[in-house]
């Protein structure tokens, strides 16, 4: 089975404060991709990487990065956390030439206060 | 702009009866359609799929049925189980090559009435 494990399952941080949202997965997937689940809004995609140090923009990417230094481990960076960044984080992970299902780790609660 | 949209944010369906979850898209670029089931504090799962050459994919209690025309999807759970009760999110992909990235619709969930 596939496994997308998530360093934090809940986090508490301050505003201003960087926070290092972690991300490993143990399918040699080339496609890691991070989201953020809030109520009303669904998954919207964060930034997402198709292969070691390459990174492409989601549709959400402002106050965000990340870091892809090796193909298993996927990083997301807060660099100033804000209040609007409370959220559920979800990471994800497909192989390459795949039709499109996702394997999801179980999700970091951020609370920003 | 919501290119994949669930109208319906809840759906409540008595156990044994048929839920229908819906889900329209407005990009005529998608080509591969997926439903994916979330659990409180859980990570979302892959649940059935269907590409835009098909109009109907089944795998047991789950049916998918493609709307190209009307671009519109919808999940069908027959019979519906307390175990069914989640969030149901509908995702899809372009066509273009190498645009690997999913859309999700904004969620509908789904209560089994014991």
């Known amino acids: 089975d596939v496994k997308v494990t998530q360093s934090s399952r809940y986090l508490v941080k301050r505003t201003g404060e960087k926070v290092f949202l972690e991300c490993v997965q143990d399918?040699?997937?080339?496609?890691m991709f991070w989201y953020r689940q809030d109520p009303g809004l669904g998954l919207r995609l964060i930034y997402f990487?198709?292969?070691?140090?390459?990174?492409e923009k989601g549709d959400i990417p402002e106050g965000y990065s990340v870091s892809r230094e090796k193909k298993e481990r996927f990083s997301l960076i807060l660099e100033s956390a804000s209040t609007n960044q409370t959220s559920m984080y979800l990471c994800?992970?497909?192989?390459?030439?795949?039709?499109?299902?996702?394997?999801f780790g179980e999700g970091s609660r951020l609370t920003v206060l | 702009d919501q290119q994949v949209k669930q109208n319906s944010p809840s759906l409540s369906v008595q156990e044994g009866r048929i839920s229908i979850l819906n889900c329209d898209y407005t990009?005529?670029?998608?080509?591969?359609f997926l439903w994916y089931k979330k659990y409180p504090a859980e990570g979302p799962t892959f649940l059935i799929s269907?590409?835009?050459?098909?109009d109907k994919n089944e795998d047991g209690r789950f049916t998918v049925f493609l709307n190209k025309s009307a671009k519109h999807l919808s999940l069908h759970i027959v019979p519906s189980q307390p175990g069914d009760s989640a969030v149901y999110f509908c995702?899809?992909?372009?066509?273009?090559?190498?645009?690997?990235?999913?859309?999700f619709g904004t969620g509908t969930r789904l209560t089994i009435i014991p």
């Open positions: 269907i590409s835009s050459i098909k």
């Open positions: 990487s198709y292969d070691v140090k390459m990174k």
């Open positions: 994800a992970s497909r192989g390459g030439g795949s039709t499109g299902e996702l394997f």
């Open positions: 995702a899809a992909k372009e066509v273009n090559f190498g645009n690997e990235k999913l859309t």
């Open positions: 990009n005529s670029m998608f080509d591969y």
């Open positions: 399918m040699d997937h080339e496609n």
